[in-house]
Structures are given as C-alpha cells and as structure tokens.
C-alpha cells in the first residue's frame, strides 16, 4: 500500500481523513493518491494552508521537501524566535515525529 502524509495546522483538511495526532504538526494519512511536494508544489494544490510560507500565522519557520527522486519527504520546522513563538524544534518524516530544544536552530536528524 502507497501511503503519503500531508503535513497541516488545522484540525481537518477536506477531502482527507487525520489518521493521527502528531502534536503541533498532524500527520494526515493519504492512501488513494501520491501527494509528495515540496512547499511551494503543496500549496499550490492547496494541501498545505498558504500561512505556512511565512512564521506570522504560527510563530514557526516550516520546510518540506521531497526527494530529488520523489520517493521519499521530510519537513521541519523551527521557532521564528526562539523563546518567544517556541522552544522546540520538530523534524518530521515517514517514520514519525521528533522534537527538541536546540536554540532554535533545525532539529538534525542522524541516521
């Protein structure tokens, strides 16, 4: 089975089922079609809410990205300033939610 996951700050997103609860970032399970993307081809489709290009709406920097051979995402997202908007800093990808309190800075991820 192909399974994607939308990244999203709302409650819902139409059309589409929340599978589970991530925390700040919900993981939204998408089993009849591909929708990896990188931000810019996200909201473009209207998956992701426009506000995401900017920290204004949630105080937190975002990214997605999708792999050069389109199998494979990742997203982060960091506090837009450190102390104020958060403290932690949240990678998510295929296998599951990470977070920590690294000054504001991305969160690395070693393998």
């Given amino acids: 089975m192909n399974e994607s996951i939308l990244i999203t ?3 819902a997103l139409e059309g ?3 599978t589970k609860q991530l925390g700040l970032v919900r993981g939204i399970t998408v ?10 081809e996200l909201i473009g489709v209207g998956a ?19 792999s050069a051979d389109g199998k494979t995402w990742w997203a982060s ?3 837009a300033l450190y102390g104020r908007s958060g403290k932690l800093s949240f990678y998510l990808d295929a296998a599951g939610v990470r977070s920590g309190d690294v000054g504001g800075k991305p969160l690395v991820i070693k393998n």
């Fill in 9 to 11: 700050t709302s409650n």
């Fill in 48 to 66: 992701v809410p426009k506000d995401l290009e900017t920290s204004a709406s949630t105080g937190y920097i975002f990214h997605i990205t999708r």
């Fill in 16 to 18: 589409y089922r929340v």
């Fill in 31 to 40: 089993r009849s079609r591909s929708l990896f993307g990188n931000m810019a």
């Fill in 77 to 79: 997202a960091e506090p």
